[in-house]
């Protein structure tokens, strides 16, 4: 939630860079065990994510922070989650649109990103809250450069 005070990850690095986010996005779980979760509903997410680094770009930048909003708001914003075939799909539950899986897919797709720059910043935290009183925090188990 914009403003809210976020759980705090561990690490050493100099610079530690945090964007909140939001976008309202459509989902269904595919089991039984998501009850009327099943049914397609709406949500508005929101979402923090932490980045960690030690070297800035030619900017001045970690990231930017308008990048980092194309990458997740600009690509799920007024869309339904299991539309996004490349991320989602109904056959592993590793890959149903559950909030879990949606902090770990943004991991993964902020991650990629940090990776061809050439300061090489890591995504150290992502968090998703979903309902005004369900949110998850998704951690790497290994950070890329070691903050
Ligand atoms: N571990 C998870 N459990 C559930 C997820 C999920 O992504 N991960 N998702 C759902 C539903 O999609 C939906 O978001 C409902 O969440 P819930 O917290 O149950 O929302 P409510 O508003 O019904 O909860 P209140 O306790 O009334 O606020 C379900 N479970
Ligand atoms: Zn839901």
Not at 63 to 79: A, E, I, P, R, Y
């Amino acid at each position: 939630m914009i403003q809210q005070i976020y759980p705090q990850v561990q690490h050493s690095y100099s610079y530690e860079l945090n964007k909140d986010m939001h976008f309202a996005a459509a989902h269904f779980v595919p089991h039984e065990a998501a009850g009327k979760c099943q049914n397609i509903h709406g949500h508005t997410y929101f979402v923090n994510v932490t980045i960690g680094g030690d070297e800035l770009d030619e900017s001045g930048f970690l990231v930017n922070f308008q990048v980092l909003k194309k990458l997740v708001s600009g690509q799920f914003d007024h869309t339904l989650l299991n539309d996004h075939d490349q991320l989602f799909n109904e056959q592993n539950a590793n890959d149903f649109p559950t909030t879990e899986v949606i902090a770990r897919k943004i991991y993964e797709l902020i991650q990629a990103h940090l990776d061809v720059l050439p300061n090489k910043p890591s995504c150290l935290q992502v968090f998703v809250r979903e309902t005004p009183t369900s949110y998850v925090v998704y951690r790497p188990k290994q950070v890329r450069n070691h903050g």
